[in-house]
């Protein structure tokens, strides 16, 4: 960790994840660093990759399940605001990887444009929505991006954009360490018709999912034409329990928690329900929740 020792006062040790996760379960980051500018954090990549240390960036943990025996290595949180601000100019939105996505779609409502508002209800930073590809059937961020800062394990700021770019299905070939910002190209809109749309989306969100409860989002992505959250219905596994660990009687590709969960709960229960639905309908289910 000597590589490390110039950066000591934005280095915190053994800080339990699981207040930093929307499950609210899982151990400790063995150490947890918070940036305060580009440099800090190119110096901590540079640092941690000449001395083999592991690096995970941490966004506002809404898909992240963290296990309960922790994390081993540096935890990098982009709280910053050098990380955080989101400025719009003409049709272009400007936004750093660790702004709320929220935050991004208020600018854009705000400057007129639409687009965004489509992501409505989706927790989570701006790169953690470019890396999966967030979205829903109303559309995906992946439409609008036209650029993404990277920095690379080795600390080498980059641009990627054009064929560079590839976007599907809760997936991007974005597959660098840290996601430093973007550019989304978005369109000019009634700022009533945006409001419309965004109320319209809201509440069948509300109306649909577990808005209150401790969750992670879709445990699972949809396979190719279904529904995962109908075949773990299907599968007579809505309000299925283990521990404190509950799949959701609401949306059934939720998992909630209660007080006292464990991140082997939710393993368990996830476990469970990959083994019902392949049981029953001979389909694998595939996580879109990240675990560590």
Known sequence: MYELDAFSDIITRDVPLAAHTWLRVGGPAQYLVRPRNLAELTGVVTGCHRSGIPIRVLGSGSNLLVRDEGVSGVVL???????????????????GAGALLSHAIAASVRAGLGGLDTLVGIPGTIGGALRGNAGGKS????????SVEVLTATGERMTRKGEELGFSYRHSSLNELILLGAELELTPDQPEA???????LWIMKKATQPMVFQSAGCIFK??????????????????????????SDRHANFIVTSPGATARDVLRLIDLTRSKVAEQFGIDLELEVQIW
Do not use: C, W, Y
């Open 77 to 95: 949180q982009l709280e910053n605001e050098a990380f955080t601000a989101v400025e719009v100019h003409g049709q272009t939105l400007r936004a």
């Open 139 to 146: 559309g995906e961020i992946g439409q609008f991006v036209r």
């Open 194 to 200: 945006i409001a419309h749309r965004m109320r319209t």
């Open 222 to 247: 949809n396979p190719r034409g279904l529904s995962a959250g109908l075949l773990i219905d299907q599968a007579g596994l809505k309000g299925a329990r283990i521990g404190q660990a509950e799949v």
